[in-house]
């Protein structure tokens, strides 16, 4: 068997893997992939498909076989055990938030995995999740090699005034500042339009990542200049259960009525958002067609928002040449951007509802100003195109 890279992608709820195979050098092709997903529900189940999307395996688990992280990933290995006859050169993590001292892929020490798990706070819906399969693969094999994929380090490239906060010069050297996240993704949107669109990406983009967790980043010439993410992955765009910018003075008067750090983090993290502005549910799918007025309000709150997002991006590119559209949200929902682009309309934005509708990659008319395009993400294809750029050469800056 060819060797392989494994990559994984561990979040709240579900443990995703990729395989792909390399000859170590240059090639990367997908092999297969799947998830566990419902960690800690009543009903998870275990699913892979090969790269031709043939569905490999597809079962119900009991719960006590995926009631945690762990649990899962031995699930995973069980399987992975039965198929992989030779150890992976390298496992590539997604790894949420990379701090002050990474602005690129680095393999995985002691010192690496302590830094990172002093990050916890700052994401606690990913950062301990993502962590949990490096811990057990160091403790079972800690020969293999492992290496951690940051999500903050794309938009190390913004300049300092974007990343400051009004604050004291001491609470940036404690690594107070606007960080930026879902950079993987915008990682290969900006490979992707170097590829497909390559006048395109040197200009003035906006790509709108719209998932459950959802941000929109400024680039030129592919290099983040702006994002609406900051500090944490909180800030910005309201998101399925997360509240998005919101004055800080909230959490201080929450304070006040003696509500606890615990509650008050449970709150913006998992009962926000879409979930909490609709009180129904947190999945676009169920609101899009829901006449409940506060599905209607969720809706307009989150399009809205969005293209307030958007066009507070543009004084950081003076501009904007196009605008792209990904992630489950982004990719899948018409209904999203065609209310996203009437709020852009004075800018000139201007979609085809017949392109829309059916998700075509360029969804603008030809008389837009700016183009509009949906391009599905491939955040495990960055995963796993850095670590084989560090397995390959351990001194690259990948």
Not at 166 to 191: T, V
Request: aromatic share 8%.
């Amino acid at each position: 068997m060819q060797d392989t890279i494994l990559v994984m992608n561990a979040g709240s709820s579900s443990l995703k893997f990729h395989v792909y195979e390399t000859d170590g050098m240059n090639t990367l092709e997908f092999s297969f992939g799947g998830q566990v997903s419902g960690i800690g529900g009543r009903q998870p189940s275990f699913k892979v498909k090969d790269r031709h999307q043939k569905v490999l395996v597809e079962q119900t688990l009991l719960p006590e076989q995926a009631q945690n992280l762990q649990l899962s990933q031995r699930v995973v290995g069980d399987w992975l055990g039965t198929v992989i006859t030779k150890e992976p050169l390298a496992v590539g993590h997604r790894i949420v938030h990379g701090g002050p001292d990474y602005d690129h892929s680095v393999m995985v020490d002691d010192e690496v995995l302590k830094k990172l798990d002093a990050l916890v706070s700052l994401a606690p819906l990913h950062q301990r999740n993502n962590l949990e399969p490096v811990h057990v693969i160091f403790e079972n094999w800690p020969h293999i090699r492992q290496v951690a994929c940051f999500d903050t380090a794309f938009h190390r490239s913004k300049p300092e005034v974007a990343d400051r906060f009004a604050l004291p010069q001491f609470y940036y050297k404690e690594g107070i500042r606007r960080y930026g996240f879902h950079g993987l993704s915008y990682d290969y949107i900006a490979g992707k339009m170097r590829q497909d669109y390559p006048d395109v990406v040197a200009g003035r983009v906006v790509v709108a990542h719209l998932g459950s967790g959802a941000s929109a980043c400024a680039m030129v010439d592919g290099r983040s200049q702006e994002s609406t993410m900051g500090f944490t992955a909180l800030d910005g765009l309201p998101m399925s259960t997360r509240c998005g910018q919101m004055d800080a003075g909230v959490v201080l008067w929450m304070l006040e009525q003696g509500m606890t750090h615990d509650e008050i983090q449970h709150l913006l993290y998992k009962e926000s958002g879409l979930k909490g502005l609709s009180g129904i549910s947190s999945d676009i799918r169920d609101l899009q067609d829901n006449p409940d007025p506060r599905a209607r309000l969720a809706l307009s709150y989150f399009t809205y928002h969005i293209a307030k997002g958007i066009t507070g991006l543009l004084t950081a590119i003076q501009g904007l040449d196009a605008l792209v559209f990904t992630a489950g949200i982004g990719e899948n929902s018409a209904l999203v951007r065609r209310d996203v682009c009437q709020h852009l309309a004075w800018l000139g934005v201007s979609i085809d509802p017949v392109l829309n509708e059916s998700n075509q990659a360029c969804i603008s008319t030809p008389e837009s100003k700016i183009g509009v395009y949906i391009i599905p993400t491939n955040e495990e294809r960055v995963i796993a195109q850095q670590t084989l750029a560090l397995i390959r050469d351990p001194y690259c800056v990948t």
